[in-house]
């Protein structure tokens, strides 16, 4: 259902804005010093993650597809466990 813009809708506009102007401030006042520090930190240059583990190509691609393979299986199973806790509750409620 789709509500007017009353009250409950601008509850927190004042607090959010205000959160973005704080943070835009201290982003600004700290970006000289800290953005330094971090940057010099961070430049490796333009490495892919085999380069920077030292591991072999292959390797990555398989660990990455084996990875996503567990997920997926995981996944649905958690999925049918889901489907299938629903369907002893509405079997409880019937009864």
Known sequence: MI?????????????GVLGFLVGGVIFGATYQSVFL??????SYGQKTLEELL?????????LFVLCTIVFYVGSKIMEKSKDASK???NDLNLN
């Open 54 to 62: 030292y591991v072999n190509h292959w390797l990555f691609i398989s």
């Open 37 to 42: 520090k971090i940057s010099t930190i961070g």
């Open 3 to 15: 509500t007017g813009c009353g009250q409950g809708n601008l509850d927190y506009l004042i607090p």
């Open 87 to 89: 369907t002893q509750v």
